[in-house]
């Protein structure tokens, strides 16, 4: 568009650097600092995953002392470590299923359907989103408390679905938004039920939705440490071995299984890239 | 006929049920319940009384109304110093992303892929007094010896800030991808300098944008407390770390409950106000992208 200024307007704005023309020099400044943000983003998880390889012999893997394998093979050499990797993992299977049953279920009903009540309903699950997680997981405790119900495996399951159903709801309703009611409508005057218009049409439509709502129910869970700190009695969890263990040093097989995490969490994503690009 | 009508009336509320119900078990009633713990009396020994002991608040707020404020002051330069560094990052990505957008934005979210615990204890390995970066520094003569990171606020601030980054550049770069290229056009068109249709145009349509960026970054940096325990100090303790410590160390619940309280309420209060503004669907719909 610069070509249709005029050349006098050009030479009128010459005192204002930002006017100069189309190509302004400082150009490389924005990648530059885009790309030394992703570097910093990137920092700590390089370290973490460089240091799963390194060959600590003391209880501190602070200084780098040569390349091993030998926390890959050792990887479930801490008992304690391995069963709480192993109730991250469960819990993270329970948690995701039921959260996005729930909440494809709420998500669906409000993106089709008006109806008394919607309108709560959307201000609960925002309340829900926007409060703070020491908050969660401290009322949910006090009900624990006062209700008398031991906190352990299952009261973890609770808090991790209480705070994940808005998330898939809200995700599937935004999916739910951009689908074509004509489609629904196609099935049932061709004489499909309810049930099957549902699970025919419906759900295949927005199933990017609820996947992308499953994948981040199921990050959540793995991840989440203050909701679950708050409600996990004596059950430990990934996370809250690893905080646990802050204090006193963390092992390299922390290393190594945070490394598996992440190469799981990558693959699954890019996993769900290539799906939705298919579709489209 | 009118049975069939029924239950197409009712479809939306079957629909709703399990995920309304399990939000109001345990989110809407324990909220009330942390109401009245808060206002009981007693130990953990000989158990609590309803008694409607309201001066658990003041004398709450009394006590650690240093935390509290520190909180809210962390927060604030938290969510300042994520939007300073995410903008641009998000300006870049959006209009020079080209094609390859979604992998930029992809670098952008990786963090997410490493456990919170586990990225901030990397943080602590990384700055501790004798880890790589300070040794380094040491080593060449560029810090003193007694030279430390660790345990300071901008420690602290800086765990936050690398924490919730990635939830200050999503909604922002959301905002500006949807913005109409025919926009900026226009206002090349009509002479408008890049200053002025950054100003005038991207800016301003940009705002939902960081106005979503800001309550997500906010809220969760102001409540933390994994950053302070894991890079702090005591003197950079946050509400949530004494939150945290009345209910498991002093199991005074009435306390823990009526700061939690104090802290809900003076955020949530924050958080609606601020949504009027927009209207809670949007924020919503932007932060689920």
Same mark, same amino acid.
């Given at each position: 568009?610069?070509?249709?200024?005029?050349?006098?307007?050009?030479?009128?704005?010459?005192?204002?650097?930002?006017?100069?023309?189309?190509?302004?020099?400082?150009?490389?400044?924005?990648?530059?600092?885009?790309?030394?943000?992703?570097?910093?983003?990137?920092?700590?998880?390089?370290?973490?995953?460089?240091?799963?390889?390194?060959?600590?012999?003391?209880?501190?893997?602070?200084?780098?002392?040569?390349?091993?394998?030998?926390?890959?093979?050792?990887?479930?050499?801490?008992?304690?470590?391995?069963?709480?990797?192993?109730?991250?993992?469960?819990?993270?299977?329970?948690?995701?299923? @039921?959260?996005? *049953? &729930?909440?494809?279920? %709420?998500?669906? $009903? /409000?993106?089709?359907?008006?109806?008394?009540?919607?309108?709560? +309903?959307?201000?609960?699950?925002?309340?829900?989103?926007?409060?703070?997680?020491?908050?969660?997981?401290?009322?949910?405790?006090?009900?624990?408390?006062?209700?008398?119900?031991?906190?352990?495996?299952?009261?973890?399951?609770?808090?991790?679905?209480?705070?994940?159903?808005?998330?898939?709801?809200?995700?599937?309703?935004?999916?739910?938004?951009?689908?074509?009611?004509?489609?629904?409508?196609?099935?049932?005057?061709?004489?499909?039920?309810?049930?099957?218009?549902?699970?025919?049409?419906? @759900?295949?439509? *927005? &199933?990017?939705?609820? %996947?992308?709502? $499953? /994948?981040?129910?199921?990050?959540?869970?793995?991840?989440?440490? +203050?909701?679950?700190?708050?409600?996990?009695?004596?059950?430990?969890?990934?996370?809250?071995?690893?905080?646990?263990?802050?204090?006193?040093?963390?092992?390299?097989?922390?290393?190594?299984?945070?490394?598996?995490?992440?190469?799981?969490?990558?693959?699954?994503?890019?996993?769900?890239?290539?799906?939705?690009?298919?579709?489209? | 006929?009118?049975?069939?009508?029924?239950?197409?009336?009712?479809?939306?509320?079957?629909?709703?049920?399990?995920?309304?119900?399990?939000?109001?078990?345990?989110?809407?009633?324990?909220?009330?319940?942390?109401?009245?713990?808060?206002?009981?009396?007693?130990?953990?020994?000989?158990?609590?009384?309803?008694?409607?002991?309201?001066?658990?608040?003041?004398?709450g707020w009394?006590?650690y109304h240093t935390q509290f404020i520190r909180s809210i002051v962390?927060?604030?330069?938290?969510?300042?110093?994520?939007?300073?560094?995410?903008?641009?990052?998000?300006?870049?990505?959006?209009?020079?992303?080209?094609?390859?957008?979604?992998?930029?934005?992809?670098?952008?979210?990786?963090?997410?892929?490493?456990?919170?615990?586990?990225?901030?204890?990397?943080?602590?390995?990384?700055?501790?007094?004798?880890?790589?970066?300070?040794?380094?520094?040491?080593?060449?003569?560029?810090?003193?010896?007694?030279?430390?990171?660790?345990?300071?606020?901008?420690?602290?601030?800086?765990?936050?800030?690398?924490?919730?980054?990635?939830?200050?550049?999503?909604?922002?770069?959301?905002?500006?991808?949807?913005?109409?290229?025919?926009?900026?056009?226009?206002?090349?068109?009509?002479?408008?300098?890049?200053?002025?249709?950054?100003?005038?145009?991207?800016?301003?349509?940009?705002?939902?944008?960081?106005?979503?960026?800001?309550?997500?970054?906010?809220?969760?940096?102001a409540?933390?407390?994994?950053?302070?325990?894991?890079?702090?100090?005591?003197?950079?303790?946050m509400i949530?770390?004494v939150?945290?410590?009345?209910?498991?160390?002093?199991?005074?619940?009435?306390?823990?409950?009526?700061l939690?309280?104090i802290l809900?309420?003076a955020?949530?209060?924050?958080?609606?106000?601020?949504?009027?503004?927009?209207?809670?669907?949007?924020?919503?719909?932007?932060?689920?992208?």
């Open positions: 568009m610069s070509t249709l200024i005029s050349p006098q307007a050009g030479r009128q704005t010459t005192s204002r650097p930002d006017r100069a023309g189309r190509r302004p020099r400082r150009r490389w400044l924005l990648p530059l600092w885009s790309w030394l943000v992703i570097a910093w983003l990137a920092s700590p998880i390089i370290v973490m995953i460089v240091f799963g390889f390194n060959d600590t012999t003391g209880k501190f893997n602070i200084r780098w002392q040569g390349f091993t394998l030998r926390w890959y093979r050792d990887l479930f050499t801490i008992p304690d470590l391995t069963q709480a990797l192993e109730n991250s993992l469960t819990i993270a299977v329970i948690v995701t299923v @039921l959260a996005t *049953i &729930m909440g494809t279920l %709420l998500g669906v $009903a /409000l993106g089709r359907y008006r109806f008394r009540g919607s309108g709560s +309903i959307n201000l609960l699950m925002f309340a829900n989103i926007a409060a703070p997680e020491v908050v969660l997981g401290a009322a949910l405790l006090s009900l624990f408390l006062t209700v008398g119900v031991p906190r352990g495996y299952w009261t973890i399951v609770i808090a991790q679905v209480m705070f994940s159903i808005a998330y898939v709801a809200v995700t599937v309703r935004a999916r739910m938004a951009g689908l074509d009611p004509s489609l629904e409508e196609a099935a049932r005057d061709l004489g499909a039920g309810p049930y099957a218009t549902f699970f025919r049409v419906t @759900l295949p439509s *927005i &199933m990017p939705g609820v %996947l992308a709502g $499953a /994948l981040l129910t199921c990050a959540l869970s793995i991840d989440d440490f +203050i909701i679950t700190s708050f409600n996990a009695g004596n059950t430990v969890t990934f996370p809250l071995w690893v905080y646990g263990a802050s204090r006193t040093g963390v092992p390299p097989q922390v290393n190594v299984m945070g490394t598996l995490i992440f190469m799981l969490g990558v693959l699954l994503a890019l996993v769900g890239v290539v799906y939705n690009r298919r579709k489209v | 006929m009118s049975r069939s009508r029924l239950g197409a009336r009712l479809t939306p509320y079957l629909l709703v049920l399990p995920g309304w119900l399990w939000l109001v078990v345990f989110f809407v009633v324990p909220t009330f319940v942390m109401l009245s713990v808060s206002t009981q009396t007693g130990d953990i020994v000989s158990g609590f009384q309803q008694t409607f002991h309201w001066r658990t608040y003041v004398d009394n006590q962390y927060g604030l330069i938290t969510t300042l110093l994520c939007l300073v560094i995410a903008y641009p990052v998000a300006y870049w990505i959006a209009f020079r992303g080209g094609a390859h957008k979604s992998s930029l934005l992809f670098l952008i979210l990786l963090p997410f892929f490493v456990s919170f615990v586990i990225r901030t204890q990397s943080w602590n390995f990384i700055l501790s007094d004798n880890g790589m970066l300070l040794s380094a520094l040491k080593n060449w003569g560029l810090v003193s010896q007694d030279f430390h990171i660790l345990a300071t606020a901008p420690a602290v601030i800086g765990g936050l800030t690398y924490n919730f980054l990635p939830f200050m550049v999503l909604p922002i770069y959301v905002g500006l991808e949807r913005l109409d290229p025919a926009l900026l056009e226009a206002a090349a068109d009509l002479y408008g300098s890049k200053t002025a249709t950054f100003r005038k145009v991207v800016l301003p349509l940009s705002m939902p944008g960081v106005f979503a960026g800001v309550l997500l970054t906010f809220v969760p940096a409540a933390d407390y994994v950053n302070a325990a894991i890079l702090g100090g005591a003197r950079t303790t949530g770390n939150i945290q410590t009345e209910y498991f160390t002093n199991l005074d619940y009435p306390k823990a409950s009526a939690s309280f809900m309420a955020l949530l209060l924050g958080v609606f106000a601020y949504a009027r503004v927009l209207g809670t669907e949007d924020v919503l719909d932007v932060a689920a992208r």
